[in-house]
């Protein structure tokens, strides 16, 4: 069982910029792979960004060059820093994790998820 919460939500002005963390907590939590999902109204969740040990992808196209998600074994926790932030990147993220191989896209293959923290960005 691996619980996770997210923190570092907010409102920021478009060219802004916010770190996102999500604390895992269970034994075997720096076994699974993380990833950062975004879901804004209307839209269906998207994987932003997923890590699995040192290897990190990128989904969403729009995201490269300004969001870095990376974790801290130690501290069990991974984090999404981003950078020069749009209106469009406006949404609920989630951290959620997967015991796999490799970084899955699709949200059904994600086990444990956090409640999501809301990122807002104006314009």
């Known amino acids: 069982q691996v619980q996770l919460v997210e923190s570092g939500g907010g409102l920021v002005q478009a060219g802004g910029s916010l770190s996102l963390s999500c604390a895992a907590s269970?034994?075997?939590?720096?076994?699974?792979?993380m990833g950062w999902f975004r879901q804004a109204p209307g839209k269906e969740r998207e994987l932003v960004a997923g890590?699995?040990?040192?290897?990190?992808?990128y989904k969403v196209e729009s995201v490269k060059g300004r969001f870095t998600i990376s974790r801290d074994n130690a501290k069990n926790t991974v984090y999404l820093q981003m950078n020069s932030l749009k209106p469009e990147d406006t949404g609920l993220y989630y951290c959620?994790?997967?015991?796999?191989?490799?970084?899955?896209?699709?949200?059904?293959?994600?086990?444990?998820w956090g409640q999501g923290t809301q990122v807002t960005v104006s314009s």
């Open positions: 959620a994790a997967a015991l796999r191989l490799a970084v899955p896209a699709r949200a059904d293959e994600y086990a444990y």
């Open positions: 269970g034994r075997t939590a720096s076994l699974y792979v």
């Open positions: 890590i699995r040990s040192g290897e990190t992808t």
